[in-house]
């Protein structure tokens, strides 16, 4: 990895928890560079789902840059390309629950608000633990997805 990308200080990090469920975590500062960095990952994951379903856990959210929300969009599309119908979404932080909302409804979407990521994961039929569910897909052969993480700073 670049120089450049080990100053971003932020963390991303996108894997498949379940045969059709992806999952985006997103902690600490979210830009634009990150969210560009990603995508390709977020959309080699979704070409091998026949119907994909997407949970966006942003519970530990700090901030995110403007410039973000417009790569966001780009995520949406993809997502909505891939044949994906539902987005559950997980935040405290009222600034990108607008924001997903705005995304969402310009990409005809419907984004279903959660308190927990717990709850997030039942609502889509994930039963793997939500903590360990990244992890998770590293080893178990069920979960052969991509899984990719975009490093602190």
């Given amino acids: 990895m670049n120089g450049a990308a080990r100053q971003i200080s932020n963390c991303l ?11 985006l975590v997103a902690t600490g500062r979210v830009t634009r560079y990150a969210m560009e960095a990603l995508l390709p990952t ?43 119908e539902k987005v559950i979404f997980v935040s405290g932080l009222a600034t990108a629950r607008m924001a997903a909302m705005t995304i969402s409804f310009a990409a005809r979407l419907p984004l279903e608000a959660c308190p927990t990521l717990a709850e997030a994961c039942d609502r889509l039929g994930v039963t793997h633990p939500p903590a360990r569910a990244l992890r998770q897909a590293d080893t178990d052969p069920a979960m052969s997805g991509e899984r990719a993480k975009f490093p602190r700073g």
């Fill in 13 to 23: 990090e996108c894997g498949q928890i379940a045969p059709e469920v992806v999952l």
């Fill in 42 to 84: 977020f959309q080699t994951i979704l070409a091998r789902m026949r119907w994909p379903g997407w949970i966006i856990d942003t519970s530990e959210l700090q901030d995110f840059e403007p410039g973000a929300v417009g790569v966001g969009t780009d995520w949406f599309r993809s997502f909505k390309d891939a044949g994906g």
